[in-house]
């Protein structure tokens, strides 16, 4: 196996050190057993970094090994050069994912109809401060569309046990762009009985619900060109933040679409998405706490 065009590599990726994740299992606060990939550093003295991997989709499953689509593929690697600076990666695989069965799959309340999935990604944050390598202080999480979703839920429910992530191209109020909107809407006779109790609890089950609890930075990373997630949900939930104190920056790819087509645009984000967690969670000097 080799590589088709090996100059495409960034000089500092560290092929010849990659690591063996390891399948680990926890549970969650209603008792869901969540499945994971965890990647331990080569380094192993002393108390390190730690990050949550939330993959999008969420019809996905992140695997041992490369996965099989670029999207996540891309991922993988970079939760290998995560590894590689020192971090202890856990790529959540989350209920609404596929591989565990239909009631894994279909849970009931998640998405806008409650958000139960982010139990499964508090429960990794959870085992990860639990864990004796990590330093309880500086667990973050990061991911991409769905992931991204999740992560703003992370730093909007939980800044105590999150305290900074990454959010590219996330879905952040589930009351605007996804039909629900429009259940107001007289187009026939008569609006649903339920209407109003739909969009209460998926504004509930919205990142944007609970923007006065935030407290954790945030880096958004959205392309203009988003035909998936509209760029809007990253606009207005930045207006939100800016009337608060939270510290956040942005990152606009211009004229790129929600699969990130370019290449180069998959490096920027990557190496975005490391130098804005290792000014939050690394501490001086790159070296794990010897606390």
């Not at 192993?44 to 593929?73: C, E, F, N, T």
């Not at 703003?152 to 800044?159: Q, T, W």
């Not at 929600?258 to 180069?264: C, K, L, N, T």
């Amino acid at each position: 196996m080799r590589l088709l065009d090996p100059d495409s590599l960034p000089r500092d990726y560290p092929e010849k050190q990659l690591v063996i994740p390891q399948r680990i299992t926890f549970k969650a606060e209603d008792g869901m057993t969540v499945r994971g990939q965890l990647f331990e550093p080569r380094q192993r003295s002393g108390k390190h970094p730690a990050l949550v991997y939330i993959h999008g989709g969420p019809l996905r499953q992140m695997l041992l090994g490369w996965h099989y689509m670029d999207y996540y593929s891309n991922d993988y690697a970079l939760n290998q050069y995560l590894a590689s600076r020192g971090y202890v990666v856990l790529a959540v695989n989350y209920r609404l994912g596929i591989g565990y069965g239909h009631d894994f799959q279909f849970p009931p309340n998640a998405g806008e109809r409650g958000a139960s999935e982010y139990r499964d990604v508090r429960a990794a944050g959870q085992y990860l401060q639990r864990r004796p390598d990590v330093d309880p202080g500086r667990v973050g999480l990061y991911g991409g569309s769905y992931g991204g979703y999740l992560t703003a839920m992370g730093l909007a429910h939980d800044s105590d046990l999150f305290v900074a992530g990454v959010d590219t191209h996330g879905v952040h109020n589930w009351t605007q762009d996804y039909g629900l909107d429009k259940l107001f809407v007289r187009k026939r006779y008569e609006v649903p009985v339920d209407a109003q109790r739909a969009l209460d609890v998926a504004w509930q089950a919205s990142p944007v619900a609970a923007v006065s609890q935030w407290k954790s930075p945030v880096l958004f990373i959205h392309g203009d060109d988003d035909r998936n997630v509209k760029f809007a949900q990253t606009v207005d939930l930045v207006q939100r933040l800016s009337h608060t104190r939270v510290h956040y920056e942005t990152m606009v790819l211009v004229d790129e679409t929600h699969e990130i087509f370019r290449y180069a645009n998959a490096l920027k984000i990557c190496r975005a998405t490391a130098e804005f967690l290792d000014r939050y969670l690394m501490p001086a000097g790159g070296a794990p706490s010897k606390n």
